[in-house]
């Protein structure tokens, strides 16, 4: 029975995530011929077209798929093991984590790079990882008694405690890093290369791993750490596995594509809509789901006011906060 | 008719007089660029404050530092006991607080590279040296016009002016776009400017955008901390990721170093005369 609806959930988001793939590369501001670009008696240095297609859209579209999936996965993971919908990565302070990082970097350590990753990826990595051992001692606390509501409200005291550390070293920069470190808050796809896809990849095959042993875990940690561990779970242990999964993959996107609000909470909700609670449905519907989302929307930023572009936090902002209270009201109702 | 001769002494003579009696004589000035207006006028003694930012001439860091756009302090400007205030046009509330003390301000806009002039000539007026401002806004606006005839005959490239982006990355690269001081100088110095459809002064360009608009020479301007010829290289390297650019595969790509870019005042015509000389290598 669940082979067989996660087959069809697989199925279903997968060929819209194919659809958006297969079309997001072919628009853009300007045309592309295909023909062209796939011509190879044309050499690449020559063949704009092909540029076009490998340098500048295919990476975004891989950026977009990855960082996507990253949110919203890790959004699915914070919501279950709160057991509150507002959980997210945003929510929780694990966005500005990495924007305290990815500030220092652009502003300190003005262009510098490790094995030719430039450091503001990598401190942004770091930050979100730094922000998520914060989440994470709340949470040990909560075994003590602590209840999700106040974790969920001390991610909001660290959201708010980081964005005053963010306006502090704004503060100190000068002029110039200060508009890199407010677009960088925008959120943007514009890779440029494959290097920080490949760098990303690495922490979130380790969530996907980690991911892939979750769902039982979440399903009952759903029901309350009691039902849990009457069943024979180890709720620490899961709650571990689950936060460091979720931080990488958290870190990872974050590092890839800034700070692009509304992905980690809005896509877990719309999906639980579509399938159900069931988290081995769940979870890797909001993967191919959230992938396609971003990619959706970073298309949108790209083509709406051509031929300039929005940042994509912008977009996901603008589609997302409506969509957000539009679940909120049809829950109320 | 003699009104007429009285009108034209009474316009005329002020030029050529020292500065009035009542023309200010503790002037603070919030914008780097009319700080160097002002040295250039001779008149930097009667400067007694100045912002943050300023770094330009030799000599401005004796002045006392009083904030700057974000973050004018207001206690400070208060405690100089100035005559005259140079503030932004958009700082409305710095502007409230002085109309409460009663303190004179001047109140200044920077747009194109034409206003340069024009802000020179008015500052002048407004501090009483008129004619020091004149001739140096006439010597401004004559080489400047120099160098645009220099220009005119030659071929004119598409040319990518860009004033930021992550450093080791092609990632949020802002470029100028068909609008302010940076294209102006772009236009006299004898480039097109490749965005200049688009009527902004910064330009967000992504890949996609820089491999279309296939710009014929990248100019990048470095300013702040000075940059070693090793990392000016390792810099240039970074756009050989897009390849089928004409401005990467003839090796025009330049970085050049220096705030006298991003300060609009009086080195904005050897800024523009470097912008000249890199477009037209034999005019040298």
Known sequence: MIRRRLAIVVAGFGSFLLLVCALAPLAGSTHVSLTRAFDRSIPFADNVDAQIFFIARLPRVIGAALVGAGLATAGVVFQALLRNPLAAPETLGVSYGASVGAMIAITLLPGTSIAGISTVPLAAFAGSLGALAIVYALSRARSRGMSSTVLLLGGVVLTTFLGAIVNFIQYLADFTQTFRTVRWLMGSLDVGSYGPIVAALVPLALAGVGYATLPRTLDLVTLGPDAASARGVDVARAERLALVSASLSTGAAVSLGGPIGFVGIVVPHLVRMMVGTDHRLVLPGAALFGAAFLIACDLGARTAFAPVELPVGIVTAIIGGPVFLWLLLRRVR | ?284
């Not at chain 2, 206690?75 to 003390?101: F, G």
Request: glycine share 6%; aromatic share 6%; hydrophobic share 45%.
């Open chain 2, 1 to 284: 008719m003699k009104r007429l001769a009285i009108l034209i002494v009474a316009l005329v003579v002020p030029a050529f007089r020292p500065a009035p009696a009542d023309a200010p004589k503790r002037i603070v000035s919030l914008i780097p660029a009319v700080t160097e207006m002002i040295f250039a006028m001779h008149e930097d003694s009667r400067l007694v404050g100045v912002s943050n930012y300023d770094r330009f001439p030799p000599g401005v860091e004796k002045i006392d530092r009083v904030g700057g756009l974000l973050d004018p302090n207001v206690e400070k400007i208060l405690s100089l006991k100035p005559d005259l205030v140079i503030v932004y046009a958009t700082q409305q509330e710095l502007q409230t607080r002085l109309e409460r003390a009663k303190i004179p301000f001047y109140s200044y806009e920077h747009r194109g590279l034409p206003d340069i002039t024009q802000t020179v000539r008015a500052v002048g007026a407004r501090i009483g040296s008129t004619a020091a401002a004149n001739r140096l806004a006439d010597q401004m606006d004559a080489n400047l016009d120099a160098i645009r005839r220099s220009t005119a005959a030659l071929p004119k490239p598409k040319t990518m002016v860009v004033f930021g982006r992550e450093p080791g990355s092609l990632r949020h690269v802002n470029a100028s776009g068909g609008y302010g001081f940076l294209h102006d100088m772009l236009v006299i110095a004898g480039g097109v400017d490749v965005f200049d459809a688009v009527k902004k002064q910064s330009v967000d360009a992504s890949n996609e955008m820089i491999l279309v608009r296939a710009p014929e020479v990248i100019i990048e301007l470095r300013y702040g901390e000075p940059m070693k010829a090793a990392d000016i290289e390792r810099e240039i390297r970074v756009w050989d990721a897009l390849p089928s650019v004409p401005a990467v595969r003839a090796h025009r790509v330049y970085i050049l170093t220096g705030d006298e870019f991003v300060v609009p005042g009086p080195r904005i015509v050897e800024a523009t005369r470097r912008f000249a000389e890199t477009l037209h290598p034999k005019t040298r």
